[in-house]
């Protein structure tokens, strides 16, 4: 085997076309198939990254740096990579991850066969070069999925968005409607029933959309917007107390609050909160023990607990259960209704987003002897938060 007299990153440089006809060659023969773009445009966006890697094999390296970049640490301009940039050109031209990743299978496969026919690849230093390119390549192929994922994520949340904006105005019409026809006095009994059943669905269905809008702000930047002031927190709760219990008479809700709490919060927020915890316990708890609420408060905060008996959490479930789409089996018997079991399962998390908003915390403990128990605690006075009757917003919070 012949001897190369240079390293591999002049090797590159020297031999970018027969490296990029063997990259295109290989990449034709891999299922799917990596290449569906023009030639030249695929070609631009190879060369590009072979003189990525040329540089970075001909740049002095550090053990220390060495071992940083292997624990993907190593260090990176402001400006997207050339990795970066292949990433999102893929994407907007329709590939999948799966053909993505199989590019920088050939583009490594390429320039590996090549050198291995040019060079004796015995040499020290020349071993050396090749664990550096597969390195070089590793981490471009890190940034390019990546990128990838966060654009796809991006665009999903976007759709996610849009849906469930476009779909509030059909649905207010159903609710509108259905609202006008129970309180008709002039038609049938059972047309007021059908009327009913349609409400309770509509509200139901727009409790998800408002869910699904929520959770998208949270990805998308923004996050979800609050608007505070002087509040009965005992209004509040006694208000969803009673629509649930309006909503399932056959659970025993036990609410303990003081004579009377006030603080300064979102009050459509909090019922929110409240709503998806106390619903929630109601999902996993057992029909014939009560959903416990109880609110008590010190001079600076505010504490509801909400407890239910069933099922324990598992331990090693405790950590996730407030992340998005997260789902902890239920028992449903034969009788159940379940279509009212079942959601997008990002309540908990909304009800998170929405605390901490407040500057407050979410707290979890579940155990067979004393059942589960999600414990709010958050501030009575926001802080940064100045009272008028405007009730101007807590600075470092979003407004709506």
Not at 215 to 240: D, M, N, Y
Not at 308 to 315: D, L, T
Request: hydrophobic share 40%; aromatic share 6%.
């Amino acid at each position: 085997m012949a001897t190369t007299k240079y390293r591999l990153g002049s090797f590159i440089k020297n031999n970018m076309e027969s490296i990029l006809q063997a990259w295109e060659d290989f990449a034709r023969t891999i299922e799917p198939p990596a290449l569906t773009m023009d030639d030249t445009e695929l070609r631009d966006h190879a060369r590009q990254m072979l003189l990525v890697f040329a540089a970075d094999l001909e740049t002095p390296q550090s053990e220390a740096e060495r071992a940083a970049k292997s624990k993907g640490l190593g260090q990176r301009g402001d400006d997207d990579t050339a990795a970066e940039t292949h990433a999102e050109a893929r994407l907007r031209s329709g590939y999948t991850v799966v053909q993505l990743v199989s590019e920088y299978r050939a583009l490594r496969s390429s320039v590996l066969t090549l050198w291995a026919a040019d060079t004796d690849d015995s040499h020290p230093a020349h071993m050396g070069d090749i664990a550096r390119f597969n390195e070089a390549v590793d981490q471009a192929l890190a940034e390019s999925i990546a990128r990838y994922e966060f654009m796809v994520k991006q665009s999903q949340n976007m759709f996610l968005a849009i849906l469930g904006h476009d779909l509030r105005n059909p649905l207010g019409t159903v609710v509108s409607g259905s609202n006008f026809m129970m309180q008709a006095v002039d038609i049938p009994p059972k047309y007021v029933l059908v009327a009913t059943r349609m409400f309770n669905s509509a509200k139901r269905m727009s409790k998800l959309i408002n869910d699904l809008i929520d959770f998208t702000r949270t990805h998308l930047g923004p996050g979800i917007p609050i608007r505070v002031r002087e509040g009965s927190v005992v209004a509040v709760c006694e208000e969803v107390v009673n629509e649930l219990r309006t909503f399932h008479p056959e659970q025993t809700i036990d609410l303990h609050v003081p004579p009377q709490l006030d603080a300064i919060f979102d009050e459509s927020r909090f019922a929110q909160v409240l709503s998806n915890l106390i619903g929630n316990a109601i999902q996993y708890g057992v029909a014939d023990e009560a959903v416990t609420i109880r609110v008590t408060a010190n001079e600076n905060d505010l504490v509801i607990a909400v407890n239910n008996h069933g099922k324990a959490i598992a331990p090693d479930k405790l950590s996730s259960i407030f992340d998005p789409m997260v789902r902890i089996a239920a028992n449903i018997n034969a009788t159940s209704d379940y279509t009212e079991r079942t959601s997008l399962g990002i309540g908990l998390f909304i009800s998170r987003e929405i605390v901490h908003a407040h500057g407050g915390r979410v707290g979890l403990a579940s155990t067979e002897a004393e059942g589960t128990t999600f414990t709010v605690t958050m501030p009575r006075m926001p802080k940064g938060f100045v009272s008028d009757e405007t009730a101007k917003r807590v600075p470092g919070q979003r407004a709506a």
